[in-house]
């Protein structure tokens, strides 16, 4: 009986055995890895994974899955440096554009996101088009009309940079000593917990995720509960990349590549289900809050980021085993 009790508290506990055991870990070997400061930079650098892992888990519990966010957080990135440019740079994007609140060039960024995300989950919902594959078909259209849109005169395809003070210090600036990054990820994950569980929408998108033909005979508008994570998973990529360019003051079209597979796995190891029906908003910040700290950890005690690649990968495949476990006896 006690063999059983622990073994059901290793199996709902793993994700965070795991991290404790990982910060253990490298503080034995830098005991300096455990401070206010490192917390805080750890923080700052998983604000963006936080946001693509949000919109991909509403995708996911919806059943489907968005491989174009890496890709949007560059687009958005870009079309955020470009109109958030100092009027007297030298290699001003747009030549003769005044300087604009920060506003603009976040709003316009999230725009251009929710018009694709709405284009991604038309073409597979109505189109019939499996997710993945409509996934990396409208990646490297993204990418492809990312690199033209940095070909133009004057830029000739070179990072941007030369933003706004307003805009840099949305990336590095703080409040009461809270990075503004934080706050937008910590905003972000309240809002996507009261979409998914105080909402009509949220049960209508778990209802879709469980059974979507189930969904449909009860009345529920399928397509719309499509278009709308889709859009959201989306505006949140182009949120994301506004970010990036902010905090590191540059931005290209290869900015958040990859990044899909980081946030398709936080919220995979944080509990949520490929079927579809299945996941959660802690979950899925564990999951991102993981692989941060594996990648800041390994670097921080000088280790090669090769093995970032060997940790990620066993944690990937021992946490969904776990999960496919606990599941398969709850069932």
Known sequence: MKEKKLSKFLVDNILYICLILMIVIIAVISPSFVSVRVLSDVLIQSAPKILLAMGMLVVIVAGGMDMTVGRLAGLGAVISGTLAQQSTYYLKFWPGLPELP?????????????????????????????????????????????????????????????????????????????????????????????????????????????NREAAKVAGINVYRIDLFVYMFCAALAALAGCMLAARTGSANASYAEGYEMDAIASCIIGGASFTGGIGNVPGAFLGVIIFSVISYGLTFVGLSSYWQNIAKGVIIIVAVALDMRKYATQK
Request: proline share 4%; glycine share 12%.
């Open 102 to 210: 920060i506003i603009v060039p976040i709003l316009v960024s999230i725009l251009v996101g929710m018009i694709m995300g709405a284009i991604t989950g038309t073409i597979i919902s109505k189109l019939k088009v499996p997710a993945f594959l409509a996934g990396v078909g409208l990646q490297l259209i993204i990418y492809g009309a990312n690199l033209l849109l940095l070909k133009k005169a004057p830029n000739n395809s070179q990072p941007l940079a030369g933003y706004t003070e307003s805009f840099t210090k949305f990336g590095t600036g703080a409040i009461f000593g809270i990075n503004y990054l934080i706050i937008v990820a910590v905003a972000v994950m309240v809002l996507a917990y009261v979409i998914l569980n105080k909402t009509t929408l949220g049960r209508n998108i778990y209802a879709t995720g469980g």
